[in-house]
C-alpha cells in the first residue's frame, strides 16, 4: 500500500512538473517604448510571440504562382511547398526538392526564409539578440517618417550586417515601408531597397500585410518595382507542427 501511495505521489509530481512546463510562457523581451507603440499599432503582437506555429499562403503577382509555406516559429524550421519545387529548413540544414535545379533562384539557403521574415516584420524583431531604437527621421517620395533601426548582435541570424529601418505610418502608426540592405561580401556598402507594406488584415487579432511590394531606392524615392507577393490565410498556432514535415523528402537533396 505504501509502494502504491509513493508511485501515485511520485506520478502526480511527475505530471505537474510537465504540466507547469507545458503552460509557462517565455519571458517578454526587453523593448524600447517607441517600439512597443509600434508593436501595439499592429493587434496582439503577443499572440505571434507565444504562436507556436504559422502557415501562410503567398502569391508571387508578377509570376502568378501560389506557395504555401509551413513554419515552427521558435525554431524557424519550415516548409515551403510551390509547385515546381518544396524548399525546407529542418533545424540544421536547408533543402530542396525533387531536385537542386528545380528552384531557379541563386541561394536555397537565402531564400527559405525570406518572405516570412518579411512577411512578420515588425514581430520577428522581438527575438534574442535583436535591438530596436528610434534614429532621425527618413524620407519616402517626399513624405518624412518617423523611423526605427533594428540593430543585430555579433552571430545573432544568418546575416547580423544585414540594416534594417522601419518606416511608420504617421496615422496608423503601423510599419509602411522597410528600408533594408542585404550584406554581400562582394559590395562592403550595398545600397538600400524599399519595400512596401499595404492592406493590413485582421487574423484573430494581429495585423499582417496583405501586400508587399519591393522597390529600387535612390535618392529618397521609390523607383521601378522589383517583385510583389501577396499573402492569404495566415494562421497562428498554439501547437508546434511534426517534426518530420521539416525533414528532407526521399528524392531532395540539401543545398545552400
Not at 507547469?20 to 501595439?40: H, M, R, Y
Request: aromatic share 16%.
Amino acid at each position: 500500500m505504501r509502494k502504491t501511495i509513493l508511485f501515485l505521489s511520485f506520478t502526480a509530481l511527475i505530471f505537474s512538473l510537465f504540466s507547469c512546463q507545458k503552460t509557462a510562457k517565455k519571458p517578454l523581451p526587453e523593448l524600447s517604448p517607441e517600439f512597443t507603440a509600434v508593436l501595439e499599432a499592429h493587434g496582439d503582437w503577443q499572440k505571434w510571440y507565444y504562436a507556436k506555429a504559422q502557415s501562410y499562403a503567398m502569391i508571387h503577382e508578377t509570376l502568378m504562382i501560389t506557395e504555401s509555406s509551413f513554419v515552427n516559429l521558435e525554431s524557424r524550421k519550415i516548409r515551403i511547398t510551390n509547385p515546381e519545387f518544396e524548399i525546407g529548413f529542418d533545424g540544421s540544414q536547408t533543402w530542396v526538392s525533387p531536385t537542386r535545379e528545380a528552384y531557379k533562384g541563386r541561394s536555397v539557403k537565402f531564400y527559405h526564409n525570406l518572405y516570412f521574415y518579411f512577411f512578420n516584420i515588425p514581430f520577428v524583431f522581438t527575438d534574442p539578440g535583436v535591438t530596436v531604437a528610434q534614429v532621425e527621421d527618413k524620407t519616402v517620395n517626399g513624405q518624412k517618417y518617423k523611423t526605427l533601426e533594428a540593430t543585430f548582435a555579433p552571430n545573432t541570424g544568418a546575416s547580423p550586417d544585414d540594416q534594417y529601418f522601419m518606416l511608420i505610418n504617421p496615422d496608423s502608426q503601423r510599419l509602411e515601408y522597410l528600408l533594408y540592405s542585404v550584406s554581400d561580401s562582394n559590395n562592403p556598402n550595398p545600397p538600400l531597397n524599399a519595400l512596401k507594406y499595404e492592406d493590413y488584415r485582421n487574423s484573430d487579432g494581429v495585423l499582417f500585410p496583405r501586400i508587399l511590394t519591393g522597390f529600387t531606392y535612390e535618392n529618397d524615392s521609390t523607383k521601378s518595382i522589383r517583385y510583389q507577393v501577396s499573402f492569404d490565410d495566415p494562421l497562428l498556432l498554439d501547437e508546434e507542427f511534426e517534426s518530420s514535415i521539416f525533414e528532407k523528402p526521399g528524392k531532395g537533396v540539401f543545398a545552400d
